[in-house]
C-alpha cells in the first residue's frame, strides 16, 4: 500500500490514545453493579470515544448498552435522553415480565405500547404523576436484566432527567450500571450534587478526562497516520496548536494532509514542512472551516445544513434543509461521513463532535443561515409529534419573529403542562426580552412567567420583564398577579425588602377574586421583612390572612397559609403561633405530602428553632424531611428543610459533621443570597466557636449586614451575638455596638425580641464593657417586662445571662451565671450552658467562694465535645491562674475522644449496623449522605472493622464514652 493511500481519509485514530487507565477504571466499575461513572471532560476530550470503546469491549458483553444524550436546542419534553435510550428495547421488553407501574411510560414511549403494560389511570398530583413515571422507568430498566446506562452531555439535561438520574441512583435496579458525561465547565450544582451522592451501596468513579501531554499528542497523530511515530519537533508543535484536545488534534491533522504539509522521513517517522507557513490557529474553529471548504460542493451544502438542525437528523430533512435533490444529499452525507465530520447514529447523521457543527455553523453568511432556519423550521413542523422547541428556536434564527412567538409560546406551555418549569422560563424570558409583542400578549406571558420562575431551583432575574407588561393599562386582576409575583420574585431573589413590600401591598387590593393568592400577599405583608413598618402593621395583616382561609377552598392552600401566619406569630411571640401549629398538624395528620404542605412544617420549624423551641422545630422538621423526601419530582424542598436543619443542629450543639454539611448547602444555594444566609450564618458562628477569628472577623460583619439588606432579620441575633463577643474580647464592644446599632432598632421596631433576646447577653457584655453599663441593665429590665406575657422560650435563661454580666457583686453574678446554665440545659443549649458556666465559675474564683471548679470543668467538657477551640482555650486559661488540672489535649484533635467513637459517629455506627442506608440516616440526621459516609469511614477504622454487617456485635456491648443529651435521636427526633 502506497503512504498517501495509507493515511488518505484516516482523521480517527484506530487505537485509543492516552486513556488506557481510563477505559480500565471505566470498564471495571461497570462490570460491578450496581455502580455509576461519571466521565468529567470538556467538549473535544474523548468523552464519547472512551464510551464506544466501553461498547466495543468483550467485559460488557453480556449487558445490554442502552445510550442516549441531552441536546443543546432543549425540547419541552422531559425525559428526553431516556426516551432515547429506552426506545428501541422492544424485543428486550418483550421478554421480560413488568409490573403494573410500567404502564405508566405509554404516553412517554408511544414506541414501546405492544410491550407496555395497560395505561394507568391519570393522578390529579403532577408531583405523584411524576413520581410514578420514574417508577416506571426504573421498573423498565429493571426488568431489562444486565445493562449500562449511558447518558451523555447531562450538562445540557433538562431538570427531569437529572431529577431521575437522582431517584435512579438512590434506589438503583442491582445489575444496572450507569455512565453519565458532563462538561465540568456548564454542569451545574445540581447535576454535580446528582452524580457526586449515590446510595451508599452503588460503586462510584469519577473519572476526570484530561488533555494529553505532548507525548501523547505525537502519539495520537502517529495512530491516525498508520505509522510508527512523529518527530518530537512535529508532535510538540502539534501540542501547542492543540492544546492536547484530542478533537483538535484530528482537525489539525486532518487539515495538514490536505494541505500537503506532511512528509515521511527515511526513518519511517512524520514530520511537517513549511514550519514558517503552517501559522495554525490553537483552536479548532479555523481549521474545519478550511477542510469543509475542500470539500465537493454538496458536502458542503449539507455539512451547513446539518450545522443549522444541530441534532441527529434523517437524510430526507437534510434534503429538505438543504435543498438538494436526494441523490446529491446522499452523495454529500457519504462524503462527510468518510471525512469523519459526520458519524451515523441510528439511522440519522450528525455531526462528530459539537466544536465541528459550531465552527461550521459560525462560517455561514447571514442571508443563506436565514435560509437554512426558515427550511429547517419548515421540516421539522413535518415531523410527529413536532418538536416545538426546535420549531421556535428555527424560527428566531430565520428572523420570523411572529412566527417564533406563536411557537415559543407552545412550547413554553407544553413544558409547563409536563412540569418542567425551568425550561418554560427559558423560553418565556427568551421571547419577553427579544419579541416584539402587543401589551396583551406581553401581559399574558408575563404572568405565565410569573407563575413558573419562582418555582425553580435558581430564580432567573426576571423581574424587570413582569414590571415592563405593568406599564400598560391592566385589568385589576392580571395587575394584582403581576405585582404578586414581582413580590414573591423580590423574596426569592433577596432583594430590597422595601421594594418586596410595596409589591405585596399594590396586590393586595386587586386579588378579591383569588382568595388563595390574597391570604398569601396579606401573609407576606405580616412578615417582618421592611425595617420601617412596625410590629402593629404586621400584626393586622396577619389576621386579615386569618379571616381570608375559610374562603381559598383548597385545603393545600389553606395549610400553607396558616403556616405563614403560624411563623410570623412565632417570631413575634404571640402565643397563638402554637394553636396554628397544631391546626396544621391536625389538617396533614402530621404527614405533611404536598410541597406548600411541606413548606409550611419548615418554615414553622425555622422560627421555633430560632425562638428556642428546639423540640417542636424538631417534630416538625422530621415530618417536613419526610414528606420533602417523597417529593420524587424535585430536591427543592428536601435542600431547603436541610438548611432549617443546619440552624437546628448548630443551636443544639450537633456540630460533628456541620462544616461539610454547610460547605454542600453554600455550594448548592451559590445564586440564592436569601435562602443561603442561614447556612453563611452557620459557617461564620461555627468559624469563631473554632477559633478561625480571621475567617470570623472578615465574615461576621458581612453577614451580618447582608441580613440586615434582605430583611432576614429572625437569623440576625446569631451572626451579631457573635460579633460582639469577638470585638468584645478584643476589646472593641464600641465598635461592634455601632456595627449592630441598626439590628437592635430593627429588632425593636419589628418586636422580634422573642427571637433577638439570645443576642441579649453579648449586647449586655458589649455595653457594659463600651462604659454604658445603665443603659444596659434599662434595656434588660425593659425586655424582662415585655417578654413576660410572651411566647418566648429563649428568655429566661438569656435575661438571666444577660443580668450576670451587669449584677454587681461576683457571688451574685455567678448566681445569675448559674441560672442563666440551667435554664440553657432545659432547652438543650449546649453551648449557651457552657458559656455560662465558665463565666459563673470565673466569679466564683473571683468572690473566693468555693464550687468554682464544677462549672468550670462541665464547661471545658461541653467545649471539648463541640470543638470550641477559641472557648475551651479561654477556658483552659482560666483554669490554669486558679490552679484546676486539666486533662490535655489528645493527640488525634480536639473533640478529646480519641480512639473512641464520638457521639455522632457512635450514631451513625449503630444506624448503619441496623441497616440503614447513608440516604436514610442522612435524612434522619438531616445531614448530607456525603457527612454520613465520612463518620460511618471513621467508625470502622477506629473499630477496626471493614464491614456494616461487623457493627451490630461489636457495638453490642459497648457503652458509648460520651453521650451529650439527646444523641441518639436526630436532634431529640426518634427514629422513625
Not at 505509522?227 to 482537525?251: C, I, R
Not at 465574615?699 to 460579633?723: C, F, K, Q, R
Request: proline share 6%; hydrophobic share 45%; with cysteine.
Amino acid at each position: 500500500m502506497a503512504d498517501g493511500d495509507k493515511v488518505a481519509g484516516r482523521v480517527i485514530s484506530p487505537v485509543l490514545i492516552g486513556r488506557e487507565e481510563e477505559l480500565a477504571r471505566l470498564v471495571a466499575a461497570v462490570s460491578r453493579p450496581p455502580a455509576v461513572v461519571v466521565l468529567e471532560g470538556e467538549a473535544g476530550i474523548g468523552k464519547s470515544r472512551l464510551l464506544a470503546e466501553l461498547a466495543a469491549r468483550a467485559e460488557p458483553a453480556d449487558r445490554l448498552l442502552l445510550r442516549g444524550g441531552a441536546r443543546r436546542i432543549r425540547e419541552p419534553f422531559p425525559l428526553g435522553p431516556l426516551v432515547e435510550a429506552l426506545r428501541g428495547t422492544g424485543g428486550a421488553l418483550a421478554r421480560a415480565e413488568l409490573s403494573p407501574v410500567a404502564g405508566a411510560l405509554r404516553g412517554l414511549l408511544p414506541e414501546l405500547a405492544s410491550v407496555l403494560p395497560p395505561p394507568l389511570e391519570p393522578l390529579d398530583d403532577r408531583a405523584a404523576e411524576r413520581h410514578r413515571l420514574f417508577r416506571g422507568l426504573a421498573e423498565v430498566l429493571r426488568a431489562l436484566g444486565p445493562v449500562v446506562l449511558m447518558v451523555e452531555d447531562l450538562h445540557w439535561a433538562d431538570e427531569q432527567t437529572v431529577e431521575f438520574l437522582a431517584y435512579a441512583l438512590a434506589v438503583p435496579p442491582p445489575r444496572m450500571s450507569v455512565v453519565l458525561t458532563y462538561r465540568g465547565e456548564e454542569a451545574d450544582a445540581v447535576v454535580r450534587e446528582v452524580t457526586a451522592r449515590p446510595a451508599d451501596a452503588v460503586f462510584h468513579d469519577h473519572i476526570l478526562l484530561r488533555a494529553l501531554d505532548a507525548a501523547q499528542t505525537g502519539d495520537l497523530a502517529a495512530a491516525i497516520l498508520g505509522e510508527a511515530g512523529v518527530t518530537a519537533d512535529f508532535g510538540t508543535h502539534l501540542h501547542e496548536l492543540s492544546s492536547g484536545l484530542p478533537l483538535a488534534v484530528q482537525e489539525l491533522m486532518a487539515l495538514l494532509r490536505a494541505r500537503g504539509a506532511l512528509i515521511r522521513l527515511r526513518s519511517g517517522r512524520w514530520a511537517r514542512k513549511a514550519v514558517a507557513e503552517l501559522d495554525v490557529p490553537p483552536g479548532v474553529r479555523d481549521s474545519v472551516r478550511e477542510r469543509v471548504a475542500r470539500l465537493p460542493e454538496a458536502a458542503r451544502v449539507v455539512a451547513e445544513a446539518a450545522a443549522v438542525l444541530q441534532v441527529p437528523v434523517q437524510l430526507d430533512d437534510l434534503a429538505r434543509v438543504g435543498g438538494l435533490p436526494r441523490a446529491g444529499t446522499v452523495a454529500g452525507v457519504d462524503e462527510l461521513l468518510v471525512s469523519g465530520l459526520l458519524v451515523e447514529q441510528a439511522g440519522a447523521v450528525a455531526f462528530r463532535h459539537v466544536l465541528t457543527a459550531q465552527a461550521v455553523y459560525g462560517a455561514i453568511p447571514l442571508g443563506r443561515r436565514q435560509e437554512l432556519h426558515a427550511r429547517a423550521a419548515e421540516a421539522v413542523r413535518a415531523l410527529e409529534p413536532v418538536p416545538l422547541g426546535q420549531e421556535a428556536h428555527h424560527l428566531r434564527q430565520a428572523g420570523r419573529l411572529a412566527d417564533w412567538v406563536e411557537a415559543a409560546e407552545q412550547a413554553a406551555e407544553q413544558a409547563s403542562k409536563l412540569g418542567d418549569d425551568a425550561e418554560a422560563v427559558r423560553i418565556l424570558e427568551d421571547v419577553l426580552r427579544h419579541a416584539p409583542l402587543d401589551p396583551g400578549r406581553r401581559t399574558r406571558l408575563a404572568v405565565r412567567l410569573g407563575w413558573a420562575a419562582p418555582q425553580v431551583l435558581r430564580p432567573p432575574e426576571v423581574i424587570d420583564l413582569l414590571s415592563q407588561a405593568l406599564e400598560s393599562e391592566q385589568p385589576g386582576p392580571l395587575r394584582g398577579r403581576l405585582h404578586f409575583f414581582i413580590g414573591l420574585l423580590q423574596e426569592r431573589l433577596g432583594k430590597d425588602p422595601g421594594a418586596q413590600r410595596r409589591a405585596y401591598a399594590a396586590a393586595v387590593g386587586d386579588l378579591a377574586d383569588q382568595p388563595e393568592l390574597a391570604a398569601w400577599v396579606m401573609a407576606g405583608l405580616g412578615r417582618p421583612v421592611d425595617a420601617r413598618v412596625p410590629l402593629a402593621e404586621h400584626v393586622v395583616w396577619l389576621e386579615r390572612a386569618l379571616e381570608a382561609v375559610p374562603a381559598i377552598g383548597d385545603p393545600v392552600e389553606e395549610v400553607f397559609v396558616l403556616g405563614k401566619v403560624a411563623t410570623s406569630l412565632g417570631g413575634y411571640g404571640d402565643p397563638r403561633w402554637l394553636g396554628l401549629t397544631e391546626e396544621v398538624r391536625r389538617r396533614t395528620d402530621d404527614r405533611p405530602r404536598h410541597r406548600q404542605e411541606v413548606g409550611a412544617y419548615r418554615s414553622i420549624a425555622e422560627n421555633a428553632c430560632l425562638a428556642g423551641n428546639y423540640e417542636v422545630a424538631a417534630e416538625l422538621l422530621s415530618a417536613a424531611m419526610r414528606g420533602a423526601a417523597g417529593e420524587e419530582s424535585s430536591r427543592e424542598p428536601l435542600s431547603r428543610c436541610r438548611l432549617v436543619a443546619l440552624l437546628l443542629a448548630f443551636c443544639r450543639g450537633r456540630w460533628d459533621g456541620l462544616e461539610e454539611e454547610t460547605a454542600l448547602l453554600l455550594d448548592e444555594y451559590g445564586g440564592r443570597p436569601f435562602d443561603r444566609i442561614g447556612a453563611e450564618t452557620v459557617a461564620a458562628c461555627l468559624a469563631l466557636a473554632r477559633g478561625e477569628l480571621d475567617t470570623a472577623r472578615r465574615e461576621l460583619p458581612d453577614i451580618a449586614e447582608n441580613a440586615l439588606v434582605m430583611g432576614a432579620y429572625e437569623l440576625l441575633p446569631l451572626s451579631v451575638t457573635g460579633l460582639l463577643r469577638l470585638s468584645t474580647a478584643g476589646g472593641e464592644p464600641g465598635a461592634a455596638l455601632a456595627a449592630t446599632g441598626a439590628a437592635v432598632a430593627v429588632w425593636e421596631i419589628k418586636g422580634l425580641w422573642p427571637l433577638a433576646v439570645r443576642a441579649l447577653p453579648a449586647l449586655a457584655e458589649a455595653m457594659a464593657a463600651a462604659g454604658r453599663q445603665d443603659e444596659a441593665v434599662a434595656l434588660v429590665e425593659q425586655l424582662s417586662a415585655r417578654l413576660g406575657g410572651l411566647d418566648a422560650p429563649m428568655a429566661a435563661a438569656a435575661l438571666a445571662h444577660a443580668r450576670g454580666h451587669l449584677t454587681a457583686g461576683d457571688a451574685a453574678a455567678a448566681a445569675e451565671f448559674r441560672t442563666a446554665a440551667a435554664g440553657y440545659d432545659l432547652l438543650g443549649a449546649p453551648y449557651e450552658a457552657a458559656q455560662a458556666r465558665e463565666l459563673a465559675a470565673g466569679h466564683l474564683f473571683a468572690a473566693g467562694a468555693s464550687g468554682a471548679e464544677e462549672p468550670l470543668l462541665e464547661a471545658m467538657t461541653t467545649f471539648r465535645e463541640l470543638a470550641a477551640r477559641w472557648d475551651l482555650d479561654r477556658a483552659a486559661q482560666l483554669a490554669r491562674r486558679h490552679g484546676v488540672t486539666v486533662k490535655g489535649r489528645y493527640p488525634g484533635g480536639p473533640q478529646g475522644y480519641g480512639a473512641d467513637l464520638s457521639p455522632r459517629e457512635r450514631e451513625i455506627a449503630e444506624m448503619a449496623a441496623a441497616g440503614l442506608t447513608n440516604r436514610k440516616i442522612g435524612q434522619q440526621l438531616f445531614v448530607s449522605p456525603r457527612t454520613v459516609e465520612k463518620h460511618l469511614g471513621a467508625a470502622l477504622r477506629k473499630l477496626g472493622l471493614r464491614s456494616r454487617a461487623a457493627l451490630g456485635a461489636h457495638l453490642g456491648g459497648e457503652r458509648p464514652r460520651s453521650d451529650p443529651p439527646g444523641t441518639g435521636a436526630a436532634n431529640g427526633v426518634p427514629y422513625p
